[in-house]
């Protein structure tokens, strides 16, 4: 299934139906009186946040979204039938912005999760409500109001307790399919992942988190270079940020040093609070650099960073580190703030 993060939908809700103006007309009942009934209540147009639901392609490809209007009020006392709501499932993690005003109107951060979009029409009175002492035949009657109409902007952020960041190539494919039940696409060229993928990662039958990798960052992502940064909303769930760096590229002129500051510049670039984040740095593809020269090259690289963050060595591809990496990942989430409160700030690089 393809993977979309972003749609524009217009969401209709349905008209009340019109009050009845009539009279009861019977064999010797003379001057039976107003017996007109009410308009249905018009239907809403309802959001409902769904687990089995993991991207915003329907959205897509149907944007318009219209509830059922309600039925009008009849003669004998008989009122019109409200309209059917119309019920759009969508990932839990979608945010709903209102496109006119920029405001947001949900967050559909929980499963089952429920939020009303656009709100039906209330129905128009039958003449039996204005009958009194003095109007014994009223011919009055009201219209159904006509529902809510809006434009609206939906935005995927997933869910995950922890993010892989870094350069294309870096092998942030490759570590998510080593430690979790993910399996995205892993090549030896720039931009394989081209959207975010989640994976499970298990330590035992009974303690477990949700990683996510999102497509490779390079400098001047903020100006749309590359793929740009717009995956990095993807992140903002998150509570740790895994920044992968590939300590023995392979490309001539590239510099571990250079790629880190160029992807914290972008973090700051991209604002929202995600250069605040807890991120450790995991120094990918050991296995590439000679064992007796391997804590040498650490050292060198921690050196010329000047960072206080948390390093980690690990080879990917061959598993070397990656179990430990896991555990200490477990054990700060098990003592780091749950999602949505407030977050311990750490010094960027």
């Given at each position: 299934m393809k993977f979309v993060d972003e749609a524009r939908i217009e969401v209709i809700a349905g008209r009340g139906g019109d009050g009845c103006a009539s009279f009861r007309r019977e064999k010797f009942v003379p001057k039976g009186g107003p017996d007109g009934g009410d308009g249905g209540r018009g239907?809403?147009?309802?959001?409902?946040?769904?687990?089995?639901?993991?991207?915003l392609v329907e959205y897509r490809y149907a944007r318009r979204h219209r509830a059922q209007n309600g039925a009008p009020g009849r003669g004998s006392d008989r009122y019109g039938a409200a309209g059917a709501d119309v019920v759009l499932r969508m990932p839990v993690g979608t945010m709903i912005y209102d496109e006119e005003t920029g405001a947001l109107l949900a967050d559909l951060a929980r499963d089952g999760q429920r939020v009303v979009l656009a709100r039906g029409g209330a129905g128009g009175l039958g003449n039996l409500h204005f009958k009194s002492s003095t109007n014994r035949a009223p011919r009055q009657r009201t219209l159904g109001e006509p529902g809510e109409h809006r434009w609206l902007k939906l935005e995927l952020k997933v869910?995950?307790?922890?993010?892989?960041?870094?350069?294309?190539?870096?092998?942030?494919?490759?570590?998510i399919a080593a430690v979790s039940n993910a399996r995205p696409k892993v090549a030896a060229y720039p931009f394989t992942t081209l959207h975010p993928h989640l994976g499970v990662v298990r330590l035992d039958a009974e303690n477990s988190f949700v990683i996510a990798d999102i497509p490779g960052l390079i400098e001047g992502a903020a100006e749309g270079a590359g793929l740009g940064h717009r995956f990095l909303r993807h992140l903002a769930r998150t509570r740790l940020l895994l920044h992968v760096v590939d300590i023995a590229p392979l490309e001539a002129g590239?510099?571990?040093?250079?790629?880190?500051?160029?992807?914290?510049?972008?973090?700051?670039k991209y604002g929202g609070g995600?250069?605040?984040?807890?991120?450790?740095?995991?120094?990918?593809?050991?296995?590439?650099?000679?064992?007796q020269e391997r804590a040498a090259a650490i050292v060198r690289l921690r050196r010329r960073l000047r960072t206080r963050l948390p390093v980690f060595a690990v080879s990917a591809a061959t598993g070397e580190g990656c179990r430990e990496l896991m555990g200490a990942v477990f054990r700060f989430l098990n003592q780091a703030p749950k999602r949505g409160a407030a977050r311990t700030a750490v010094a960027a690089t």
């Open positions: 239907g809403d147009v309802i959001a409902v946040a769904d687990r089995n639901v993991n991207t869910l995950a307790d922890v993010g892989l960041l870094g350069m294309p190539n870096a092998g942030k494919s490759t570590l590239r510099d571990p040093v250079a790629d880190v500051r160029a992807i914290v510049a972008e973090l700051k995600l250069e605040r984040k807890p991120r450790w740095l995991v120094l990918n593809k050991i296995d590439l650099i000679a064992p």
